[in-house]
Nanobody
Framework: QVQVVESGGGLVQAGGSLRLSCTASGIMFSINTMGWYRQAPGKQRELVAAITRGNSTNYADSVKGRFTISRDNAKNTVYLQMNSLRSEDTGVYYC??????????WGQGTQVTVSS
């Protein structure tokens, strides 16, 4: 059974930083693309950042230069370092595992709130 668990969310002032972590189990972590999604109030869920098994990364335009995704395969963990946070970064952040071209495995989400 695949389990995905996020941690690291919280309340931060605008301009501050947070680091999210996501640990997966029950799956060959090292071969899968991992992604961070977020859902702001009243908006659709969007892909924020993704990292392939070869450590290629891509980012939403809104977070480029501010967020960094990385992975530690030995720990089955993916991270999202978020700097220069803005109020529009507020939302629930989800970690997801890509498999067979889709995203079938999700965590429960962690709340990030940026106060202005």
């Amino acid at each position: 059974q695949v389990q995905v668990v996020e941690s690291g969310g919280g309340l931060v002032q605008a301009g501050g930083s947070l680091r999210l972590s996501c640990t997966a189990s029950g799956i060959m972590f090292s071969i899968n693309t991992m992604g961070w999604y977020r859902q702001a109030p009243g908006k659709q869920r969007e892909l924020v950042a993704a990292i392939t098994r070869g450590n290629s990364t891509n980012y939403a335009d809104s977070v480029k230069g501010r967020f960094t995704i990385s992975r530690d395969n030995a720990k089955n963990t993916v991270y999202l370092q978020m700097n220069s946070l803005r109020s529009e970064d507020t939302g629930v952040y989800y970690c997801a595992i890509n498999k067979y071209g889709g995203w079938p495995y999700w965590g429960q989400g962690t709340q990030v709130t940026v106060s202005s």
